[in-house]
């Protein structure tokens, strides 16, 4: 496992939220393990930084405005589909993966 993947994990942990490899990984397993009340707190914090990554990767309204339709912003819980949910994960890895110096 490289260091800077490490060091992105890592830093996941400090944020409170699951942490996951790239290209995809199932967080289910760490869902599991967690209460209802952890669910839930690990979720918004979730969203907190996905929301923070588009708009630490949004240089232009054209880049903010094409992200946000990639992430699925404004659709109902019930139009998400998974391709939305990759999306906002690839948004906050790539931020991450960013502060870590990489």
């Known amino acids: 496992m490289e260091s800077s993947h490490v060091l992105i994990l ?3 942990i ?9 290209p995809r ?3 289910e397993p760490g869902f599991n393990s967690l209460t209802e009340e952890e669910h839930h707190t690990v979720r918004r914090k979730f969203r907190k930084l ?4 588009l708009k630490y990767h949004s240089r232009s309204n054209v ?23 990759l999306q906002r994960a690839k948004l906050v890895y790539d931020m991450l993966k960013v502060q870590a110096g990489y």
Not at 14 to 22: Q, R, S, T
Not at 71 to 85: A, F, T, Y
């Open 25 to 27: 990984n199932t967080l």
């Open 10 to 12: 890592m830093r996941m």
């Open 14 to 22: 400090e944020e409170g939220i699951i942490p996951y490899d790239w």
């Open 63 to 85: 880049v903010f405005h094409n992200l946000s339709q990639a992430c699925g912003v404004g659709l109902d819980k019930n139009e998400l589909r998974s391709i939305h949910h």
């Open 50 to 53: 996905w929301r923070k990554a």
